[in-house]
């Protein structure tokens, strides 16, 4: 195993802290971190812009596809966090919100948008190693990492977190909405028939209840060690 790049699963459902939780422990391995999410919110972006509507109708499927094959979308892992582009341009500020979200998880659904991001997070991940969070990581994208987890918490728990990061969009999005919102995304990665939201084989469950940023990131990096020994010692990243 000597020279692999070191690889680092995590799914789990919205709002279960796996963007925060990634970024930290990336940054305590000294390796990077890849938001694959960003790369649906992106698609999303582009088919709200397009004027579309979640649930998507077989006219509306037609034409993400048509716009997916005309804009490029990419990623890049930057100090803070993951920036992802779309034809060159950040739109990383731009797809934060809860009307993105929801037709994220509608777009991600698509067999044709899955092939196309799946292979590139695939090729990102083989080549340069890293943590990366999504909902099919560990059981489709990178189904050999060494180490896979799966994130979750208490549904009220991860309704709070949401309205938090909302920020000042908070204040025109009530709990009990982004509550609903929620349990609406829920259903969609779970029930799709593409890549449904699932616990990976080798998956270990963290459930993240009342834990803080640091206990849980704390806990993963247990897990990586049990995983890979030594890696810990031989990281490039802070302590």
């Not at 990102?124 to 190693?129: C, I, N, P, S, T």
Request: proline share 4%; net charge negative.
């Amino acid at each position: 195993m000597q020279g692999t790049p070191l690889l680092v699963a995590i799914d789990g459902p919205a709002g279960a802290g796996k963007s925060s939780v990634a970024a930290l422990l990336a940054n305590r391995l000294g390796i990077p971190y890849l938001d694959t999410g960003a790369m649906y919110r992106a698609v999303a972006l582009l088919a709200i812009r397009d004027g579309l509507a979640s649930p998507l109708d077989e006219t509306a499927i037609g034409r993400v596809e048509e716009l997916l094959e005309n804009h490029s979308i990419h990623v890049k892992a930057a100090e803070d966090g993951t920036r992802v582009f779309i034809d060159e341009k950040d739109v990383s500020s731009l797809i934060r919100t809860p009307e993105i979200s929801l037709m994220a998880s509608a777009v991600s659904a698509l067999p044709e948008v899955r092939r196309s991001l799946v292979a590139e997070q695939r090729r990102l991940g083989l080549a340069m190693g890293g943590v990366m969070e999504g909902r099919d990581i560990g059981t489709v994208v990178l189904p050999d990492a060494q180490v896979k987890i799966y994130l979750t918490a208490g549904t009220n728990e991860r309704a709070r977190r949401r309205h938090r990061d909302l920020g000042d969009a908070a204040e025109e999005t009530s709990l009990d909405e982004v509550r609903a919102q929620q349990r609406q995304r829920d259903l969609q990665d779970t029930s799709r028939a593409e890549s449904p939201l699932q616990v990976a084989r080798g998956s270990v469950v963290v459930d993240t209840t009342g834990m803080t940023l640091d206990e849980v990131v704390g806990r993963l990096l247990e897990e990586v060690e049990g995983k890979v020994p030594g890696r810990l010692d031989s990281r490039d990243g802070n302590p």
